[in-house]
């Protein structure tokens, strides 16, 4: 048959054969094979009815990953934080990009081919002795992978991106008035006198059994949530289309069995799978399997005892979760933590001796009497005091006295004139800038959010989790 139809390739009958022939592979889901995985959705967002694919997403991630020295990129690498932090840049990028791509196109903005010429003979990098050079530029497009449609796209982008967010990028004018009003606020200083009233100046003898048991009943320890649960992996190459498939049906004959009755340890074994079961989860702990990332547990801790998820895609393969037990929040048992009270009990008994001592001081202060261990100082927002003094201080008004106190002690503060800072026209016009900066973020934060009101942003979280989450 294939003979027949090389040999008669135009003729109609010939057609009609070849067309049924192809049409059956499609039925077959062969389609994503011969087209090499093309058919599968790779949309990663949807900004507004146009959608950005995991492509974009690996293209601005390696134009960011090549702007980092090799010790940045090798921190990302080595980092969760660091790469989800990166990750979530793009996103992010991408977004903002498309979000003003699609303002640009619903203001009528165009950009002609006549100036994607001009500006790509403009490149220093494309040039000559002055000429543009088009054998630069062509081994530029076959160093970079691209054609010159990619870098009239990109370039097109651009513009378009500059037209739609250029106005929010200039800064708005600050008055004089608020940069003097910025300039004395932070460089301005205060004269205060306080007093520091230690916790641990005070000394408190052995706890009774009843002192501790009342200290517990007013401080309980939460024993938060645990669960027990178990899950079966199926893992697979997912960018390999036929490996996909392969694992894909594995995955759901090991769910059709789950469902049917059997267990999930069963069905794995029956399939070669991974059956794991892990005891006493917290929510809020770092998973030593690496299988249960945040977003998988945050998911199990969703779910009813007892309960199978839904057949779930991960980056590396498939998973279904089960929630075998839950352990509720509840107090722990006195004896159990008994030895681990005593200090807490010190400590507020300290506090509670401090407390009074620190009273009586701001009594004398407000008296006119003698203070023990009062200090004055001239400090600034930032320094010659401790940081809850100073906030105290900046805080209230010439002449005030009051208590505040951080995790170490009580302090017992009168607050004293302010001195305003010389003038300086170079800190001042340092400030000037500083608040144009700032100025201009607020712009674009509220443009943005604007255009995403506009511009619905719908993530596809399965696409992200399997091509991008690490």
Known sequence: MLEYLRNAADKPLAKVLMFILIFSFVGWGAAEWIF???????????????NVSVGQFNNERSRQLQEMSKDEQRAIYTDAQKFSALNNSVMSKL????????????????????????EIKSYPQFQENGQFASWKFDM????????????????RGDILRGMALGATNVPLHIPQFAVDAAYNARYAKRDVKYTTVNFADYKIGDATEEQLKTYY????????????????????????????????????????????????????EKHNAKYVSVKNIARDEKQS???????????????????????????NGFVILRVDDVHAQHNAEFDDVKKSLVNGWKKAEQRKKAYVDANERLVALNKGDVVKDLKSATITRTEGAPLVVLNAAFAGRDGERVMVE??????????????????????????????????????????????KHVYPVKVNEKTFNRFIAK
């Open 140 to 155: 530029f497009l076959q160093g970079a992978g691209m054609n010159e449609q990619d870098i009239a796209n990109s370039l």
């Open 289 to 315: 399997d690496k299988i249960l990332t945040d977003d998988l547990v945050a998911k199990l801790f969703a779910m009813e005892s007892g309960t199978e998820s839904e057949l779930l895609e991960l980056k």
């Open 217 to 268: 009943a007013q401080n309980p320890k939460i024993i938060p949530e645990k669960r027990s649960v178990s899950y079966v992996f199926v893992a697979a190459d997912m960018n390999k289309p036929d490996v996909y498939d392969e694992k894909f049906k594995v995955a759901q004959q090991i769910e059709d069995m789950i469902v049917s009755g059997d267990s999930m340890k069963t069905a794995a």
């Open 95 to 118: 977004t903002i990009n498309q979000l003003a791509l699609n303002r640009a196109k619903d203001l009528g903005f165009v950009v002609s081919d006549k100036r994607i010429a001009d």
């Open 406 to 451: 951080d995790d170490k002690a009580f302090y017992v503060v009168s607050v004293g004139k302010t001195t305003m800072p010389k003038d300086d026209k170079t800190k001042k016009e340092s400030l000037r800038k500083e608040l144009e900066k700032m100025s201009v973020r607020f712009v674009t934060d509220d443009y943005t959010q604007f255009l």
């Open 36 to 50: 090499g995985g093309e058919s599968r959705d790779t949309t990663l967002i949807n900004v507004g009815g146009e």
